[in-house]
């Protein structure tokens, strides 16, 4: 009776020999992690901070450490990605828009999360340019 128990364990042994090491469970991150937008420096997404903007809730993903450089600064966030994905310098374009230090403005998409777009016009600045083109 006992016997039969031996090439079963043979069998499972060869089949817990081929299993890459790859699927074992302790490969994978135990946290999610985003990197700083500045030094590349990872975060763990429950540090990260979350800002929540007009249109939507996002990770604004620069670390402890690099978040007095950006501090009044306008920040895009991207609507698909729900991250901060650029900061800009305040300031007023040939237009007149104006981008205000500490304010979020947002974009539908970005290279980031649609490499087929290479830039995508501010959503603010769609808005501003037909509310003064109905002038
Ligand atoms: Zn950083
Ligand atoms: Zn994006």
């Given at each position: 009776m006992t016997n039969n128990i031996a090439p079963m364990l043979d069998v499972l042994k060869r089949v817990l020999d081929d299993t890459?090491?790859?699927?074992?469970?302790?490969?994978?991150?135990l946290i999610h992690q985003i990197q700083c937008a500045n030094c590349q420096g990872l975060i763990p997404v429950s540090e990260a901070t979350i800002v929540t903007t007009s249109q939507t809730t996002a990770i604004d993903s620069v670390c402890v450490k690099c978040a007095p450089l950006f501090k009044g600064l306008a920040k895009i966030v991207c609507l698909?990605?729900?991250?901060?994905v650029a900061c800009v310098q305040p300031h007023k374009d040939a237009s007149g828009f104006e981008f205000k230090p500490g304010a979020y403005y947002h974009v539908a998409v970005c290279p980031t999360c649609t490499?087929?777009?290479a830039s995508s016009a501010l959503l603010e600045k769609k808005q501003y340019d037909q509310m003064i083109g109905r002038k």
């Open positions: 890459p090491a790859t699927t074992t469970p302790t490969d994978k991150p698909t990605c729900r991250q901060v490499p087929t777009v």
